[in-house]
C-alpha cells in the first residue's frame, strides 16, 4: 500500500519560508515523477512543483524562483522548500506521485501566509 506522508505546513507571516516534506513508503520515488500540488479555497488544485525521474524539475510561473523541490533518494522523501511565501500561497499542499500502479496523493497540508 502506497503512503505519501507530508508534514511541514503551518502558519507563516508573508516573505517567510517553510518547508513540506513527504515521506513515501510502499513505493520508490526514484524512478519516477514526483510533485507538490496546491488547492486553494473555491479553486481547482494547480500543479505547484515537479520533480521527475531523470532530475529536470518544473515550476508554475506563480512560485518560480521562490520554491525549490528536490528529493532525497536514501530517505525517500521530497522536500518543497519555499521562500518569500505571500498570501496568495496559502492553500492546502498536496504531494503527489505517480508509478506503474497509479496516481497517489498525500493527505494534505495546510499553508496559511498571513500577518
Known amino acids: 500500500q502506497v503512503q505519501l506522508v507530508e508534514s511541514g505546513g503551518g502558519l507563516v507571516q508573508p516573505g517567510g519560508p517553510l518547508r513540506f516534506s513527504c515521506a513515501a513508503s510502499?513505493?520508490?520515488?526514484?524512478?519516477?515523477?514526483m510533485g507538490w500540488y496546491r488547492q486553494a479555497p473555491g479553486k481547482q488544485r494547480e500543479l505547484v512543483a515537479k520533480?521527475?525521474?531523470?532530475?529536470?524539475?518544473y515550476y508554475a510561473d506563480s512560485v518560480k524562483g521562490r520554491f525549490t523541490i528536490s528529493r532525497d533518494y536514501a530517505k525517500n522523501t521530497v522536500y518543497l522548500q519555499m521562500n518569500g511565501l505571500k498570501p496568495e500561497d496559502t492553500a492546502v499542499y498536496y504531494c503527489?506521485?505517480?508509478?506503474?500502479?497509479?496516481?497517489?496523493w498525500g493527505q494534505g497540508t495546510q499553508v496559511t501566509v498571513s500577518s
Open positions: 503527489n506521485g505517480v508509478d506503474f500502479r497509479g496516481n497517489f
Open positions: 510502499g513505493m520508490i520515488i526514484s524512478p519516477y515523477d
Open positions: 520533480i521527475l525521474s531523470g532530475g529536470s524539475t
